[in-house]
């Protein structure tokens, strides 16, 4: 089609694109919010000190005073020694407390993102990179964390030692302090000028990591087929291109660190030499006394910590903006269940006696340009077991998303036990239908955490009686753990088939009154597809049972078999009815249909 041959295909490994604004540093300490009561103990504790280690200079002050009038002061070396190591404990208080509120921070943030990451819109799945995603959760959670330890935490304490070194340098020589003041503001200047650089250039690199966790899982997801195109070095040559941008990103921020510290550094120096000869030519015309020399400077160097630290804060909080803007993005987007604001208590509206299970009425549907179902309409009545047939690429999967509202129709009316769909809680529509996707996957787990995903009060008798209707108890028997057994390398390894058979089983235990099943006999040999049948028969007596099928055994079963054609319902009825009025379905029951 036109629409589609001039569409380029997107690349399969970028992310969505970046639309989101840049965070600021008062998203970031919204974050500390729910931990104020722990944050205030710390600026209490900040305080505190600071207290202590301003203290010590005046100690030195009155030693060296002492010295000079020819009398060490015992006492003023003997509260130096104790101010030292309160402040030592003091420092490590906080250090705790700071650590474990960052650590904090970073659960909000993982808890936040994880439950945003499970209720996505499924379109927002269609066009992002679960590697991209999972990524945000680890690796930009941790930078944030790394700002909130390496960067406000010092900053605080900082900031009080900073301004009472300041005041201390004030009460001792205004001159000196311009002086100070004077050299450090030039080096001040050049840190807010870098800063911003390097919040862009972290959000880049973090895209790149992104990128790359995107990358990993597309090789990872399809290992057999890479390994056995002989793709494995294009892969991996894919991959080192994005690790290659993250790390020249990571350098360029580097370099900008880098150059910082040795303006600071130049700082630090020109600012004690300006005030050793200015304050040693004072000094010497008698105007200021070597005990003020000396503990001005040592305030000045009390100073000058802190500021340091704040020119390393001011890069790590300007990485976390970046790393924090890519969580942001995320949990901004719309959950799901957004439109369910005001059906909060509603319960399912009861259910209509004789209403069929699930009718459509003129509905149509487009994940993009193209229409994917045209003005659908068809009814399935309640007990019965209707299939849908097409070809591939027809809208059978389509069809059956549009019942589990993982897409709204564009138009038309989808209602379910008489219901409109879009006046119940998706959660208690989903609760009502058994789904089996088509390709149904196993999760990681055991045996037991597959069946009660969708049933999680079942016991074991339950979970036998569904591993039998579909021919799978015996396999699971053999494994010594029984229900237990893990899936996967180390424990029982599921064939396509077999796995097909756990999801259907994983779907008759929930009880529902209405199962859809994609596909589910695609990969099962001719024995266990009789048993299949046999299963879909006897759970057909109690609930309705809405199948997508190929297989011609199958769909004669059904009471009513539904053609589908490029998005349209183009036949219904009996497998020997259409055989006279529908040529597609004659078609497919000659050739696909017929196993
Ligand atoms: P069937 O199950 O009958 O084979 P589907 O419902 O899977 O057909 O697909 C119907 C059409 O919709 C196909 O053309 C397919 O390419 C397109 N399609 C299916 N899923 C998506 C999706 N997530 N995003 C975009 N197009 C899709
Ligand atoms: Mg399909």
Known sequence: SPTAASSPAPDPTSPAPDTTPPARLRDLLSYLGEHRAVLGVVVVVSFLGAGLSLAQPLMVNRAIGSVGSGALDRSAVGLLVALVVAAGLVGAVQQYLLERTAEGVVLGARRRLLAKLLRLPVREYDVRRTGDLVSRVGSDTTLVRSALTGGLVDALGGSIVFVGAIVAMALLDLVLLGITLGVILVAVAAVVVASGRIQTLTKQSQEAVGRVAAGVERALSGLRTVRASGATEREGRRLEEDAQAAYVLGVRVARIGAILWPVSGLAVQGAFLAVLGVGGYRVA??????????????????????????????????????????????????????????????????????????????????????????????????????????PSGAGKTTLLALLERFYEPDAGVIRFEGADVRALPRAVLRSRIGYVEQDAPALAGSIRDNLLLAAPGADDAACRRALDAVNLLDRVDQHPAGLDAVLGDDGVGLSGGERQRLAIARALIGGAPLLLLDEPTASLDGRNEQAMREAIRSAAEQRTVLIVAHRLATVADADQIVVMEAGRVVATGTHAELLGTSPLYRELAEHQLLV
């Open 285 to 390: 015309a008698g105007t200021l006394t070597v005990a003020d020399l000396v503990t001005f400077i040592l305030f000045l160097f009390m100073m000058l910590m802190p500021l340091g630290q704040g020119f390393s804060a001011v890069v790590t909080v300007r990485s976390a903006l970046g790393a924090l803007a890519r969580i942001q993005e995320v949990l901004a987007l719309p959950s799901e269940d957004d439109d369910e604001g005001d059906l909060d208590g509603v319960r399912a509206p009861v259910a209509t006696v004789h209403a069929p299970a699930v009718e459509l009425a003129g509905v149509s549907f487009s994940y993009g340009d193209e229409p994917v179902l045209r003005d659908v309409t068809l009814t399935v009545p309640r007990g019965s077991i209707t299939a849908v047939v097409g």
